[in-house]
């Protein structure tokens, strides 16, 4: 009788243990590891990462989480979209996350629609993702939050301004933004050039901007390696010496890339919502811990602190469902979900839109030390994505 008895508290510590170990949260991460652009997608997983292993405490006794990582290898829509399916169908995940390039996002959009799997953007950055599927929030960006500003800064000190962006949704949303408020600030667009992405012969097309001779220079390409391809054909043409200003959204001088680009960027002007030189303790302390795991040489840029956000949201959902994921209580969660603590300053998701809202801050390009950094002159607090705003998306 002992035995059975000891038997029968066995068993019963075995179907406890077996239910606390049901209690896994299975997350599909689509990123891109591997391409020209591979180094975006090392931002987000090193995020990921970091985030996972200092926050690990805060998940409730029983529960953990799982990251199924997949492969996009860069902008390519249908491998997306398959990967989706996959993650969905085969792996059964709970909410799929990630995701660098705007056309892969909405790829994946439709089906996050139809099987009702929560979608948390890291970074794809067009406006109208979010209004593809009622399962989608964001914490990382849009282009028309840099941009609208940025043109309405750049009328109060230039005349005339020249465009280049990259030929996809990021940089048709930045030349929209900024096209319509420096406008409205009685500025003048003397020429503008689409480039196809990714590119890193930018010769051609900056030799037409220094042909038109504007004021100043507006510019978005895919942050990384493009930007400093870009930034070398900045200096190599001599627009600067030429009198040409550079401005434009965050992408162009991100932290990590500024240590590659030489002296070019000192000056350049940029409206965005995150630098690594932050002088906010919340910033501050992910650095340093960036650092301290991943070398001294390591700088987080944008994309990671989308990724680290997304990621406190994934807890912070996790938690509060006990590891059971319902989709609509989760993105009943998610709407006006905030943290007041982001590296980037407070931030929250619209309950409307379901899109970012956070600061933005005028940059300039500056030495620091032994080093260049991005340094906030001037903040621009709750900024909601003004593409919506203005045509009144949901």
Do not use: C
Request: hydrophobic letters at 40%.
């Amino acid at each position: 009788m002992r035995m059975l008895k000891r038997l029968a508290v066995l068993a019963a510590l075995a179907l406890i243990s077996a239910g606390a170990a049901a209690q896994t949260v299975k997350i599909g991460l689509i990123n891109t590891y591997s391409g020209p652009m591979a180094s975006n997608g090392d931002q987000i997983q090193k995020a990921v990462d970091l985030y996972m292993k200092l926050n690990e405490s805060r998940l409730p006794n029983g529960v953990k989480i799982e990251i199924i990582k997949r492969d996009d290898t860069g902008i390519n829509p249908e491998t997306a979209k398959r990967l989706a399916q996959e993650l969905i169908v085969r792996e059964k995940v709970n909410l799929i996350t990630g995701v660098v390039w705007t056309p892969n996002a909405a790829a994946i959009a439709p089906l996050t629609k139809e099987a009702k799997v929560p979608f948390i953007i890291m970074n794809a950055g067009t406006a109208m993702l979010t209004t593809l599927s009622p399962y989608i929030a964001r914490t990382s960006f849009t282009l028309w939050q840099s941009s609208y500003p940025m043109g309405e800064w750049a009328a109060k000190k230039f005349k005339t301004a020249y465009i280049a962006v990259a030929d996809y949704g990021p940089g048709h949303d930045a030349q929209e933004a900024f096209t319509k408020s420096f406008k409205a600030g009685g500025g003048t667009i003397v020429g503008s050039v689409r480039m196809p992405p990714p590119t890193s012969d930018f010769a051609p097309y900056l030799q037409r901007v220094k042909d038109a001779k504007p004021d100043a220079l507006f510019v978005f390409v895919p942050a990384g390696k493009s930007a400093t391809a870009l930034m070398k054909g900045f200096g190599d043409l001599g627009l600067g010496q030429a009198g040409i200003k550079l401005i434009g959204p965050g992408d162009i001088t991100t932290d990590e890339e500024l240590p590659n680009m030489g002296d070019v960027p000192v000056g350049v002007v940029t409206m965005f919502h995150y630098s690594a030189a932050g002088e906010r303790p919340a910033n501050k302390t992910f650095v340093a811990e960036y650092k301290k795991t991943y070398g001294d040489k390591a700088w987080p840029n944008f994309i990671s602190v989308g990724a680290w956000d997304a990621m406190a949201a994934i807890y912070d959902v996790v938690i509060a469902q006990k590891g059971k994921l319902d989709p609509d209580k989760t993105m009943a969660l998610l709407k006006g979900w905030k943290n007041p603590n982001s590296p980037r300053g407070p931030i929250s998701i619209d309950p409307a839109t379901r899109d970012i809202v956070q600061n933005e801050y005028v940059r300039e390009v500056r030495k620091v030390g032994d080093h260049l950094a991005n340094v906030e002159l001037e903040t621009i607090k709750s900024v909601k994505d003004p593409w919506k705003e203005i045509n009144d998306k949901k």
